[in-house]
């Protein structure tokens, strides 16, 4: 990656950032006040304020919805940190679970569970984190395009033969045709998915029976 391009992924990371702090502290005021709302609920007597059960009930979903945006919130900011230092050191674990949350809608526009698999102890590399964060992109995106609806997309971890793997694996009672998966090697979001690997002293291969794509790394893209 160039200077240039590297600074312009830097300016939208901190711009990202900052906003979601913003959105985090928005969130931490709407939490306060349904919890102040719910302490009013709880010293109200019963028959004193009609509809009491309905008002608990929807302050259930509030705080629901709360803790979901401040989760979402939290893994935006730590995507938008990644081009802080290149390369870093990255937990394959953390990592794929960071990327179903920020995938997960992509995901479900098809009907399709996005989840990880990860293994303990974690696996550490030192790679570059925004394009070892678009590798995995470019993979789930790569089975989407071939799948109709349904069915589950795993992100799994692994080390095979001292080499740092990451499978992106789908499942479902209905596959993808296998002439359909045979032609994603000749389309340009394969050769997009190569060209990153590339760079990042890695490989990715396509496993036609699962259908996996296996995303194989150096321990060290330096070195």
Excluded at 16 to 40: C, F, P, R, Y
Excluded at 135 to 141: H, T, V
Excluded at 202 to 218: C, H, N, S, V, W
Aim: proline fraction near 4%.
């Amino acid at each position: 990656m160039n200077q240039l391009k590297r600074k312009e992924v830097a300016f939208f990371g901190k711009i990202t950032a900052g906003i979601t702090h913003e959105i985090k502290n928005v969130l931490a005021i709407i939490q306060q006040s349904s919890g102040l709302m719910e302490d009013i609920l709880d010293l109200t007597e019963n028959g004193a304020f009609p509809h009491k059960d309905k008002f608990i009930k929807s302050m259930d979903r509030i705080r629901g919805q709360i803790q979901r945006g401040i989760d979402i919130t939290t893994r935006l900011n730590r995507f938008a940190h990644s081009p802080d230092h290149c390369p870093a050191s990255l937990d394959l674990n953390e990592v794929t679970e960071q990327m179903v949350l920020l995938a997960s809608r992509f995901a479900r526009l098809k009907n399709v569970v996005l989840e990880s698999s990860p293994l303990d102890p974690p696996l550490i590399i030192r790679s570059d984190p925004v394009s070892f964060e678009m590798a995995l992109f470019e993979s789930i995106e790569i089975l989407l395009n071939e799948i109709d609806s349904g069915g589950k997309i795993t992100l799994s971890s692994r080390n095979i033969n001292d080499n740092f793997v990451v499978g992106v694996s789908y499942e479902h009672t209905v596959l993808p045709e296998e002439e359909s998966l045979a032609k994603i090697s000749s389309t340009g979001s394969w050769e997009s998915l190569q060209e990153i690997m590339t760079y990042l002293g890695g490989a990715a291969k396509m496993l036609d029976q699962t259908p996996e794509i296996l995303l194989y790394f150096p321990e060290s893209m330096d070195g």
